[in-house]
């Protein structure tokens, strides 16, 4: 049974995500390099209204005595990822999955994307630096992304969008805990990718193996009955 806050988050994001218009999924190629313009000025009041939900809800984790990230995963050097709900697949609604991510202090998540997706990220605990990049045809190496580096703030909600912001890195020095809202959901065909940095913001895809990445799936410790 859900609790009177994460459903009030599922009516939101039933009301507001067939608003949005997002391409569907394509296995090849990769990136269809859409222009923001693709969020349409009803879908970005839809965005908005979602970032509120997804605040609300940061907010009642935080109240309801959000477990310290060190008493979570004091032993592992893992990243920890908890689904908290995941939505059915229907005609009408764009799939989601509301879920959290705990990283364990000195640790990182590395370069990433969310392949025409959109991503809502709200930081719980901790401490957090993000990195972004836009979208662009990095493949070939033409206008590279410019990276930006700021430190999240607590309770802030962080919308990732199909081009805008859409490669992102998250570190932390003591560790910390991410609420994440991510539609659509991962399905073969968009499964994210992970980069490294080559110099003057260039990336290169990389493996999983080859950055020694591996997120590890958990239980929510230390909450109350529903979250």
């Known amino acids: 049974m859900s609790s009177a806050p994460l459903q009030n988050l599922i009516t939101v ?5 067939p608003r949005i218009s997002l391409p569907p999924s394509r296995i090849n190629p990769r ?4 222009p923001d313009s693709s969020l349409d000025s009803s879908s970005c009041s839809s965005t908005s209204n979602i970032e509120r939900a997804v605040k609300l809800y940061a907010q009642h984790l935080t109240s309801s005595g959000l477990p310290s990230p060190t008493k979570i995963v004091p032993k592992s050097p893992k990243v920890r990822y908890v689904p908290i709900y995941e939505s059915p697949s229907t005609e009408t609604l764009i799939e ?10 000195k640790k990182s998540i590395p370069l990433h994307d969310h392949p025409d997706m959109i991503v809502y990220s709200s930081l719980l605990s901790g401490d957090l630096s993000v990195t ?13 992304p410019k ?5 999240a703030e607590v309770g802030a909600c962080l919308a990732t969008l199909p081009r805008k912001g859409n490669l992102h890195q998250f570190e932390t020095q003591r560790g910390c805990m991410i609420l994440d809202v ?5 399905v073969e065909g968009r ?8 110099g003057s913001g260039m990336v290169v895809e990389v493996t999983e193996e080859e950055l020694g990445f591996q ?3 958990g239980e929510i410790v230390g909450f109350e009955d529903g979250v």
């Not at 991510?182 to 991962?186: D, R, S």
């Open 31 to 34: 990136w269809t390099f859409l």
């Open 96 to 105: 989601y999955e509301v879920c959290l991510f705990y990283i364990p202090p």
């Open 147 to 151: 990276p930006r580096v700021f430190d």
């Open 191 to 198: 499964e994210c990718a992970y980069f490294r940095e080559v």
């Open 182 to 186: 991510v539609t659509p959901g991962y």
């Open 13 to 17: 994001l039933n009301d507001e995500l």
């Open 215 to 217: 997120v590890k799936g």
């Open 132 to 144: 972004q990049m836009d979208a662009r045809n990095w493949l070939s190496f033409l206008a590279p």
